[in-house]
């Protein structure tokens, strides 16, 4: 019989037994025929044409193994039997399942942001050829950064691309943020700047239309837009005739020349690009027509290149670095002072592979990701010893039923088959419900990482990858919780289980009962690895949310204005900010109104070297971090003035440059002393007077840049001292009642003034919070997995109690005949659980001590061995344990003696 026949009798048993059933009741009435016809009796050639057949039952079986593939049909009756078996026993069935998948699909779920962050190539063609271009770690460069994770200036990049051997060619990027809007509340399109190679280098075509080429990006600069196919999908209508139509972008119209395919999301994970436009756009763009490229201190680019045949990325670094000293003596920024220019002219080049795209969302979130991992991994194996303990309690259950087939002649093997087809039908349903969870749980991470300002992008889709990882995880998960209550389920002398001696008692099954002791010990101790995790996330996020900032951010507007599309000249621009200021500070529900450069905690960063009074030069000062406020900035933040005097409407350009220092600025430059009336300087270019700051105040210590930082030495300056005022401005306003209420009347009195002004308002504390995203990630997942781990914990503890406690049936009710009192009962009992406890949870505080050196540099404020995390996981523990042990302890208490004496 053919293969494909044998196959497919497997999975039609039914239709197979009767043809079996009709083909042998054939033979027997053929040769019942024969014998009848040779003179014997009907009922005697019946009984010799079944002798002669032989063993009917046997014969069948033997014809139905030639028609069948035997190891299949094995297969398919054991899952049949495992379904049958788990229909009986939907209550452990369904905490089996509930319990699996969420084990293996919290693993399954932060597997898919690790595969999409850190596993997959990025979708273009032979992406193993691609290499990043940058400085090595601890490379010297000052200047500006106008946009995120840029590493060279346009000078820097066409340096390279002119000398380099390595590449076939380099492609050049910036990433930039596009309002699409004409006036009004901005609506934010994520946009790159890309050189005109940039498609082709990647092999990506465009779907509809054509992407750019070198003449795109030439001095004539056509204009025409590429978008992505989510952006045509979203914006555009998915229109095929969108060839031609012009979108606005900052207030410019560039029509779109092509559609991207929808699986290109560009060169840099966790971010979607929606509209590219060439690099020479940022001159078309720019508000001084000049743009970023001539600047040699402007950092606003990224680059990558494509390796020629033969050339490997360690071979590309080397030349790299081998190029650098002449790439940074023709790139060498012209206000360098002579200690900076020779830091910058040390610096060297790096090639890196590239493969898988370039990610700050990577930098950032890599190491929680994979510590995230490890803690689902300690819930899946919490899950598995808790499931082991449930298949030893089911296995003393169905040993009388083992026995009987071990005496019929059952291989121990084949009996472990069986079991091991149960736990792989609940591994299986776990891991197909996981699967399920495993797509929620991802995508409401990434829809957690995102906000308003910050867009996160990744695709999390159900690749090969992640399903092997979820089939993995089922096939590991069915051998970690099966296999071992297989073998012991099989190991027993059929007679001793038929006869059901010893059963019960306080000697039955000690060595099986030691090992669900022991299963139940490293669950305590993987649930205290977690619940300690948990506390030390959960108390390092209350720190931070709790640091002293140095200023108010409850009841804080921040109003943002983009007026650049209003045209104002430059010399009008400080009256329209202090116009602005005032329309603001009018609104109903605003106690007071500040114009500032920079928000605290915002993201943006100046700084230089200042020199004290009296010194050579700045050059050999200390480094300084600065910001431009207008009067009243201190009074609204409500950070406190120590001393001197706020700014005032006589500090303006024409006026003696001054500033307010905070503390730590006073003490390091001036040892603590009342710095007011005291004057510093800092470093300008080369060749360039070094402006003076007379100090006219000392204001309290505030965060800058990070709520993990340490205060750090800051000078504001008037913000009406600023020479060159740009095309935006940014207001800070206190407000009562809730902030939500001023918003609408704030961007109403900012588009009365001019309706081409974009605006957007959004709560300060909103911003601090958003700060602390990871920090929240972090203990919001850590919490639940320590939430999940200490139920797994409790489940556990209670069954193996439960079990102990009906194992010692007549033994406890002996005790209680004696004169046992409830009491002592309970305290028998109970000293179990303790016994549990004392084994698993110094081993838990070992693994918790060691886990922690991995978290420590994600800790703020606590050290990675923190006491009273330790402690007040350990006491949670306890009474863990103390509740789950108490419900059978008093059920032990409860039995009357006598009938459990005569039940026995």
């Given at each position: 019989?053919?293969?494909?026949?044998?196959?497919?009798?497997?999975?039609?048993?039914?239709?197979?037994?009767?043809?079996?059933?009709?083909?042998?009741?054939?033979?027997?009435?053929?040769?019942?025929?024969?014998?009848?016809?040779?003179?014997?009796?009907?009922?005697?050639a019946m009984r010799e044409a079944r002798r002669r057949l032989g063993n009917y039952t046997l014969q069948k079986e033997r014809t139905r193994a030639m028609n069948v593939a035997g190891w299949l049909d094995e297969t398919r009756a054991d899952v049949v039997f495992g379904l049958r078996?788990?229909?009986?026993?939907?209550?452990?069935?369904?905490?089996?399942?509930?319990?699996?998948?969420?084990?293996?699909?919290?693993?399954?779920?932060?597997?898919?942001?690790?595969?999409?962050?850190?596993?997959?190539?990025?979708?273009?063609?032979?992406?193993?050829?691609?290499?990043?271009?940058?400085?090595?770690?601890?490379?010297?460069?000052?200047?500006?950064?106008?946009?995120?994770?840029?590493?060279?200036?346009?000078?820097?990049?066409?340096?390279?691309?002119?000398?380099?051997?390595?590449?076939?060619?380099?492609?050049?990027?910036?990433?930039?943020?596009?309002?699409?809007?004409?006036?009004?509340?901005?609506?934010?399109?994520?946009?790159?700047?890309?050189?005109?190679?940039?498609?082709?280098?990647?092999?990506?075509?465009?779907?509809?239309?054509?992407?750019?080429?070198?003449?795109?990006?030439?001095?004539?600069?056509?204009?025409?837009?590429?978008?992505?196919?989510?952006?045509?999908?979203?914006?555009?209508?998915?229109?095929?005739?969108?060839?031609?139509?012009?979108?606005?972008?900052?207030?410019?119209?560039?029509?779109?020349?092509?559609?991207?395919?929808?699986?290109?999301?560009?060169?840099?994970?966790?971010?979607?690009?929606?509209?590219?436009?060439?690099?020479?756009?940022?001159?078309?763009?720019?508000?001084?027509?000049?743009?970023?490229?001539?600047?040699?201190?402007?950092?606003?680019?990224?680059?990558?290149?494509?390796?020629?045949?033969?050339?490997?990325?360690?071979?590309?670094?080397?030349?790299?670095?081998?190029?650098?000293?002449?790439?940074?003596?023709?790139?060498?920024?012209?206000?360098?002072?002579?200690?900076?220019?020779?830091?910058?002219?040390?610096?060297?080049?790096?090639?890196?592979?590239?493969?898988?795209?370039?990610?700050?969302?990577?930098?950032?979130?890599?190491?929680?990701?994979?510590?995230?991992?490890?803690?689902?991994?300690?819930?899946?194996?919490?899950?598995?010893?808790?499931?082991?303990?449930?298949?030893?309690?089911?296995?003393?259950?169905?040993?009388?039923?083992?026995?009987?087939?071990?005496?019929?002649?059952?291989?121990?093997?084949?009996?472990?088959?069986?079991?091991?087809?149960?736990?792989?039908?609940?591994?299986?349903?776990?891991?197909?419900?996981?699967?399920?969870?495993?797509?929620?749980?991802?995508?409401?991470?990434?829809?957690f990482l995102s906000t308003a300002g910050n867009p996160v992008f990744v695709d999390v889709a159900l690749d090969w990858q992640v399903l092997s990882f979820a089939a993995m995880l089922s096939l590991i998960t069915c051998v970690l919780f099966g296999l071992l209550p297989a073998w012991r389920g099989t190991r027993?002398?059929?007679?001793?289980?038929?006869?059901?001696?010893?059963?019960?008692?306080?000697?039955?099954?000690?060595?099986?009962?030691?090992?669900?002791?022991?299963?139940?010990?490293?669950?305590?101790?993987?649930?205290?690895?977690?619940?300690?995790?948990?506390?030390?996330?959960?108390?390092?996020?209350?720190?931070?949310?709790?640091?002293?900032?140095?200023?108010?951010?409850?009841?804080?507007?921040?109003?943002?204005?983009?007026?650049?599309?209003?045209?104002?000249?430059?010399?009008?621009?400080?009256?329209?900010?202090?116009?602005?200021?005032?329309?603001?500070?009018?609104?109903?529900?605003?106690?007071?109104?500040?114009?500032?450069?920079?928000?605290?905690?915002?993201?943006?960063?100046?700084?230089?070297?200042?020199?004290?009074?009296?010194?050579?030069?700045?050059?050999?000062?200390?480094?300084?971090?600065?910001?431009?406020?207008?009067?009243?900035?201190?009074?609204?933040?409500?950070?406190?003035?120590?001393?001197?005097?706020?700014?005032?409407?006589?500090?303006?350009?024409?006026?003696?440059?001054?500033?307010?220092?905070?503390?730590?600025?006073?003490?390091?430059?001036?040892?603590?002393?009342?710095?007011?009336?005291?004057?510093?300087?800092?470093?300008?270019?080369?060749?360039?007077?070094?402006?003076?700051?007379?100090?006219?105040?000392?204001?309290?210590?505030?965060?800058?840049?990070?709520?993990?930082?340490?205060?750090?030495?800051?000078?504001?300056?008037?913000?009406?001292?600023?020479?060159?005022?740009?095309?935006?401005?940014?207001?800070?306003?206190?407000?009562?009642?809730?902030?939500?209420?001023?918003?609408?009347?704030?961007?109403?009195?900012?588009?009365?003034?001019?309706?081409?002004?974009?605006?957007?308002?959004?709560?300060?504390?909103?911003?601090?919070?958003?700060?602390?995203?990871?920090?929240?990630?972090?203990?919001?997942?850590?919490?639940?997995?320590?939430?999940?781990?200490?139920?797994?914990?409790?489940?556990?503890?209670?069954?193996?109690?439960?079990?102990?406690?009906?194992?010692?049936?007549?033994?406890?009710?002996?005790?209680?005949?004696?004169?046992?009192?409830?009491?002592?009962?309970?305290?028998?009992?109970?000293?179990?659980?303790?016994?549990?406890?004392?084994?698993?949870?110094?081993?838990?505080?070992?693994?918790?001590?060691?886990?922690?050196?991995?978290?420590?540099?994600?800790?703020?404020?606590?050290?990675?061995?923190?006491?009273?995390?330790?402690?007040?996981?350990?006491?949670?523990?306890?009474?863990?344990?103390?509740?789950?042990?108490?419900?059978?302890?008093?059920?032990?208490?409860?039995?009357?003696?006598?009938?459990?004496?005569?039940?026995?």
């Amino acid at each position: 019989m053919s293969w494909y026949r044998r196959w497919r009798n497997v999975f039609r048993p039914e239709r197979l037994d009767d043809e079996l059933e009709r083909e042998l009741q054939y033979h027997l009435a053929e040769t019942v025929d024969r014998l009848t016809e040779a003179g014997w009796p009907e009922r005697e050639a019946m009984r010799e044409a079944r002798r002669r057949l032989g063993n009917y039952t046997l014969q069948k079986e033997r014809t139905r193994a030639m028609n069948v593939a035997g190891w299949l049909d094995e297969t398919r009756a054991d899952v049949v039997f495992g379904l049958r078996q788990l229909r009986r026993n939907p209550g452990f069935a369904a905490v089996a399942i509930l319990s699996l998948a969420l084990g293996i699909g919290a693993n399954t779920a932060i597997f898919q942001l690790v595969n999409a962050i850190r596993l997959k190539t990025l979708p273009v063609q032979q992406p193993e050829q691609l290499v990043t271009i940058g400085f090595q770690e601890g490379a010297t460069r000052a200047g500006w950064w106008p946009t995120r994770d840029a590493v060279m200036t346009h000078t820097v990049w066409s340096e390279i691309r002119g000398r380099q051997q390595a590449f076939s060619e380099m492609l050049g990027w910036s990433a930039a943020r596009f309002n699409l809007a004409d006036g009004g509340e901005p609506r934010m399109a994520e946009g790159l700047f890309v050189s005109g190679n940039f498609f082709r280098l990647l092999g990506v075509d465009a779907m509809l239309g054509r992407t750019f080429t070198a003449e795109d990006d030439s001095a004539a600069c056509p204009a025409g837009a590429v978008v992505s196919y989510a952006f045509w999908q979203r914006e555009l209508g998915g229109d095929a005739g969108v060839l031609g139509r012009s979108v606005r972008l900052d207030g410019h119209a560039v029509p779109v020349i092509g559609v991207t395919p929808p699986a290109f999301f560009g060169v840099e994970v966790g971010r979607r690009y929606d509209v590219a436009v060439p690099l020479c756009e940022d001159q078309v763009m720019s508000e001084d027509g000049r743009g970023r490229a001539p600047d040699l201190a402007a950092w606003w680019m990224s680059a990558m290149g494509r390796l020629k045949p033969g050339w490997t990325v360690q071979k590309a670094d080397a030349h790299l670095r081998a190029l650098s000293a002449e790439v940074m003596r023709a790139s060498l920024p012209t206000g360098y002072q002579t200690e900076l220019a020779k830091r910058f002219l040390a610096n060297r080049l790096t090639a890196v592979a590239a493969e898988k795209g370039t990610s700050g969302l990577r930098a950032e979130y890599e190491r929680p990701l994979w510590l995230l991992m490890a803690a689902t991994g300690l819930v899946l194996l919490i899950a598995c010893a808790n499931l082991a303990n449930l298949l030893l309690a089911r296995a003393t259950v169905r040993a009388q039923e083992i026995a009987v087939r071990l005496a019929i002649g059952a291989s121990r093997w084949r009996l472990i088959r069986q079991l091991l087809a149960e736990s792989l039908l609940l591994a299986m349903s776990g891991a197909m419900l996981g699967a399920g969870l495993a797509l929620g749980l991802s995508r409401g991470l990434i829809s957690f990482l995102s906000t308003a300002g910050n867009p996160v992008f990744v695709d999390v889709a159900l690749d090969w990858q992640v399903l092997s990882f979820a089939a993995m995880l089922s096939l590991i998960t069915c051998v970690l919780f099966g296999l071992l209550p297989a073998w012991r389920g099989t190991r027993l002398a059929p007679a001793s289980a038929m006869r059901g001696g010893g059963a019960r008692g306080a000697t039955a099954g000690r060595e099986q009962f030691a090992l669900r002791r022991a299963l139940l010990a490293a669950q305590v101790a993987l649930s205290l690895v977690l619940l300690v995790g948990a506390l030390l996330f959960v108390r390092s996020l209350h720190n931070l949310m709790t640091v002293d900032t140095g200023f108010q951010s409850q009841g804080i507007l921040a109003v943002f204005v983009d007026y650049s599309r209003a045209h104002y000249p430059l010399e009008r621009r400080a009256s329209i900010a202090k116009e602005l200021s005032n329309r603001l500070a009018g609104v109903p529900g605003v106690l007071s109104a500040a114009h500032v450069d920079m928000i605290p905690l915002g993201g943006g960063t100046w700084d230089n070297l200042v020199g004290v009074q009296n010194a050579a030069v700045a050059g050999g000062g200390r480094t300084a971090f600065f910001n431009r406020v207008s009067p009243g900035y201190f009074r609204t933040l409500g950070t406190r003035l120590a001393a001197g005097r706020d700014f005032n409407e006589q500090d303006t350009l024409t006026a003696p440059k001054v500033a307010i220092v905070n503390e730590v600025f006073a003490k390091r430059l001036f040892g603590g002393a009342n710095p007011v009336g005291r004057t510093f300087h800092m470093a300008a270019g080369a060749g360039q007077a070094e402006p003076v700051f007379e100090i006219v105040g000392l204001a309290a210590n505030t965060k800058y840049e990070s709520l993990k930082e340490e205060f750090r030495p800051i000078a504001y300056f008037p913000i009406a001292q600023n020479a060159r005022p740009g095309g935006n401005a940014t207001f800070l306003l206190r407000v009562t009642g809730p902030v939500g209420r001023v918003m609408g009347a704030a961007q109403a009195a900012v588009v009365s003034m001019n309706a081409a002004m974009g605006v957007e308002c959004r709560p300060l504390s909103r911003q601090l919070e958003e700060s602390l995203l990871r920090e929240k990630l972090l203990a919001l997942l850590s919490g639940a997995f320590g939430f999940l781990a200490a139920l797994l914990a409790t489940l556990g503890l209670y069954g193996v109690i439960a079990y102990m406690v009906a194992r010692r049936r007549s033994e406890i009710g002996v005790r209680i005949a004696l004169g046992a009192n409830r009491v002592q009962v309970i305290r028998l009992v109970l000293r179990e659980a303790l016994l549990m406890l004392a084994i698993g949870l110094p081993v838990g505080l070992l693994l918790s001590v060691w886990a922690g050196q991995a978290a420590a540099s994600m800790l703020y404020g606590l050290p990675a061995q923190d006491l009273v995390s330790l402690a007040g996981a350990s006491l949670l523990l306890g009474l863990i344990a103390f509740v789950a042990s108490y419900v059978p302890a008093r059920r032990a208490a409860a039995l009357d003696p006598a009938s459990t004496l005569r039940g026995e």
